[in-house]
């Protein structure tokens, strides 16, 4: 059968994500080590590599492995984790299925690929059983007070202290204490919850809200004291880099949407930081407090 220059063309795209899938869930398969994940990504890999051959005998050629994609999912597995890796790059087999579907009239054995492509997906939503994940809930506890607590005090002192390094002072101070507190709590509650491992969840929620407290006072140590202003508006961008990042990672390894939990977070911080403000004015004002 005599193919399109186009039609040729998306042959080898399509061939060049198969084996370029097949070497990344091989690399998947030799960082698991959980015996029955490891056993399920090898099969799929191996149906990739499959895949592969079977648009080879179409367009006759051989094509390599996108190179930067799979350095660019590795990344994604030594930052994010196997779920998220795992997800993300299901949701390109999605539209990868979808395209195919444009070859079904020409290429006979377009619909044994969709059909491996979607028992590919169910099996690997049913392997995602990473442990980071079963603590997502400590790690909200934990980000969720960074941003209320810690951008209400900073916007209350910013504008009350008018000075970076007082108000870094006087947030990292109130940070780490909160920080402690936070972890403290969380391992009692837990551990009244009769959780399995009331530490590690406590160390999840601590380390979540500490790395929040270093990047939100982070501007007001960087920039001159007198440059408060710009200093808050860095925050400001920081925090909803922080909320827009953790709620994109929550959305694609649970699956679950972005949107509503993105701006409840959002809201509720800046709600707080405008009242923080209001508060930190009146007490300077009231108080009779010169920092200058």
């Known amino acids: 059968m005599t193919y399109t220059e186009e039609q040729h063309q998306l042959m080898l795209n399509y061939q060049q994500t198969e084996i370029t899938a097949y070497h990344l869930y091989t690399y998947l398969a030799k960082k698991e080590k959980n015996p029955a994940n490891k056993k ?21 050629e051989t094509v390599d492995p996108k190179k930067l994609s799979i350095l660019w ?14 997800r993300l790059s299901e949701k390109n087999e999605d539209s990868g299925i979808v395209m195919y579907e444009k070859l079904a009239d020409v290429i006979p054995d377009i619909s044994k690929i969709i059909e491996e492509e ?51 002072m006087s947030a990292i101070v109130t940070g780490i204490a909160a920080t402690l507190s936070m972890a403290a709590s969380n391992y009692l509650a837990e551990k009244a919850d009769g959780h399995h491992n009331p530490f590690k ?28 202003i710009a200093a808050f508006v860095t ?12 709620n994109y990672y929550i959305a694609i390894a649970k699956e679950q949407s972005f949107k509503k939990p993105f701006l409840q977070m959002l809201i509720i911080s800046f709600s707080v930081m405008i009242i923080s ?15 200058g």
């Not at 990739?48 to 005998?57: C, R, V």
């Not at 999912?73 to 795992?86: E, M, P, Q, V």
Request: proline share 2%.
């Open 40 to 60: 399920i990504i090898t099969r799929i890999a191996n149906d990739e590599l499959k895949h592969a051959e079977i648009w080879k005998k179409y367009t006759k």
């Open 73 to 86: 999912f590795k990344f994604l597995y030594l930052i994010f984790g196997f779920t998220f890796t795992i």
């Open 118 to 168: 979607e028992r590919h997906e169910e099996e690997l939503i049913n392997l995602l059983d990473e442990e980071r994940l079963q603590y997502v809930g400590s790690m909200v506890l934990g980000l969720n007070d960074a941003l209320v607590e810690i951008t209400g005090t900073i916007a209350g002192l910013t504008f009350a202290m008018a000075n970076n390094r007082l108000v870094a």
């Open 201 to 228: 969840s406590s160390l999840f929620t601590g380390a979540t809200y500490l790395i929040a407290v270093i990047l939100l006072v982070l501007p007001y140590l960087l920039l001159p004291p007198d440059m408060y």
């Open 235 to 246: 925050m400001l961008v920081i925090v909803i880099a922080l909320i827009a990042f953790f």
């Open 277 to 291: 403000y209001i508060i930190g004015i009146l007490a300077k004002k009231w108080l009779g407090v010169d920092v």
